[in-house]
């Protein structure tokens, strides 16, 4: 891929796409290797090989649990990440419970591993109801009570937005939702590690949680299910996790995902305070020096890391690869960068039109993301933006150099 | 994703701008799809003398774009509308597949503005689709 060979010539790197993938944090790689080296037993088998990584696989399980403040240990499940975490949520919520009956709520800017199982759903007897949202992507909490009913078996919605970092009151939606004994699943991807997520006292009964979103390996997750919730398992096998999910553990992954959640744990306040320092910092870097400029979002209601903006006239991908030759790593909610020719539905929910959703940044900051990172990355836009508004027929003319 | 050749028409695109006195104008596609591109032409003795374009879009919009106005120049007006999308992306070294239909629209902008100087001499009739 050409991007990257562009970049070597670059003067800095600054990575800002880490809801994308990130690093995995050094201590847990640590805590993993041994359990790609010798301590390569089954959690299944009786021998000490095997007790070994069981007492392993737990101990994560009790971090994880402690991060969320889930009741105890074993109501977190193990997976291969997010997308399978919700896809067992909804479908397993779904499939279980169907006697509840065939109403199913989720909002109109869920991640695609929640927009596609509902959907898919719609084929065998159930019916999604995608909610609207306000600008800001805030659940409209009226057509949720309206919609809601006693045949609604599941409400699907997101803790966090991945895209344009807006949280949602959670604690609200439950308690609309547990009015009428549906159950609540919440998608906290984006969100789990780098804000305070407390499953009691915000009322929720599923949570999916990924690995790789909280500085540990890609390839595992977690889904919290509150004890007395039913579910129907994806995958059947030798009955691993309690029935719900079988297939070996990937234990090497559990550990060092469940290391990264310790660590998000110990370090979530200074990182929330810092962050969102540094976010409100490079926000203002991006906005102030260009006219037509936007923040898509929530401006303080939202995760510490994400910063989502928009630049009228001009689209996404070419930003996007100016950026990338310049050193500078980011996402756009532009189709033209993606796998559909649509734009970001997610985008469009918030009720932006085509052209504004196909001009959007995304970036999302780090562990590691500086002040310098991001002054450097704000202050590559107003060139950026000028030349692609220079080229551009949508530009009026007061605008044009 | 992109090539070489691509990135150096993204990087420097050629004969960027408008014409105020262009014998012929041609525009396609559509904001809402992200790819909005317009042609600007001037014609003497039957000669695409001049061509410029202005674009919003993506990387591959902007370089089908600068290539098809370096593709175009010189040429006769029959020489111009037998250029198609599949010579822009040749030139280009190739695009990606999902670009090839959303995004390469430089062709036809070049021809709709050979359609409108034609048009404009009331010749309507010489365009053959």
Known sequence: ?401 | MYTEKVMEHFKNPRNVGEIPDADGVGTVGNPVCGDLMTIYIKVKDNRLVDIKFKTFGCGSAIATSSMITELAKGKTLEEGLKITRANVADELGGLPAIKMHCSNLAADALHAAIEDYYKKQGKGGEVKK
Do not use: W
């Open chain 1, 1 to 401: 891929m050409l991007l990257s060979e562009n970049t070597l010539s670059a003067a800095r790197r600054v990575y800002l796409d880490l809801a994308a993938g990130r690093p995995v944090e050094p201590l847990a790689i640590e805590a993993m290797l041994p359990y790609l080296k010798s301590s390569c037993g089954n959690p299944s088998s009786l021998h000490d090989f095997g007790q070994q990584a069981k007492r392993a696989v737990e101990e994560a399980r009790s971090k994880i649990a402690a991060l969320i403040n889930a009741e105890k240990k074993e109501s977190i499940l193990f997976t291969s990440g997010a997308t399978e975490s919700n896809n067992l949520a909804i479908k397993g919520v779904a499939n279980r419970n169907k006697d509840r009956g065939p109403r199913i709520l989720t909002s109109s800017v869920e991640h695609m591993s929640v927009v596609n199982p509902c959907k898919f759903l719609t084929t065998k007897g159930f019916e999604t109801i995608f909610l609207p949202v306000d600008k800001y992507g805030f659940l409209n909490l009226d057509s949720l009570q309206k919609e809601l009913t006693e045949k609604t078996v599941l409400v699907s919605v997101v803790y966090a937005n991945s895209e344009i970092g807006t949280i949602e009151p959670i604690k609200e939606i439950s308690k609309i939702v547990h009015s009428k004994n549906a159950y609540l699943h919440v998608d906290a991807t984006a969100a789990c590690g780098h804000v305070p997520i407390d499953v009691k006292t915000e009322g929720i009964d599923l949570l999916t949680i990924s690995s790789n979103d909280l500085y540990g390996p890609k390839g595992v997750g977690a889904l919290y299910v509150k004890e007395g919730v039913r579910l129907e398992p994806l995958f059947h096998g030798g009955g691993q996790e309690k029935g719900l999910r079988s297939g070996t553990e990937n234990v090497a992954g559990i550990v060092g995902f469940g290391k990264a959640a310790e660590i998000a744990k110990a370090e979530m306040q200074t990182e929330i305070v810092r962050l969102t320092k540094l976010r409100d910092r490079f926000i203002d870097g991006l906005l102030k020096p260009i006219p037509y400029s936007f923040l898509n979002g929530h401006p303080t209601t939202r995760l510490p890391d994400n910063v989502s903006v928009r630049y009228s006239f001009i689209e996404g991908e070419s930003m996007l690869l100016s950026l990338d030759l310049k050193g500078v790593y980011a996402s756009s909610g532009s189709a033209c960068a993606a796998k559909t020719l649509e734009p970001s539905h997610v985008l469009l929910a918030i009720g932006l039109k085509h052209e504004e959703a196909h001009g959007s940044l995304m970036f999302t900051l780090g562990r590691h993301s500086t002040e310098e990172d991001v002054d450097y990355a704000a202050s590559l836009m107003p060139d950026i933006v000028k030349r692609l508004r220079d080229m551009s027929p949508l530009t009026p003319k007061e605008l044009k150099t």
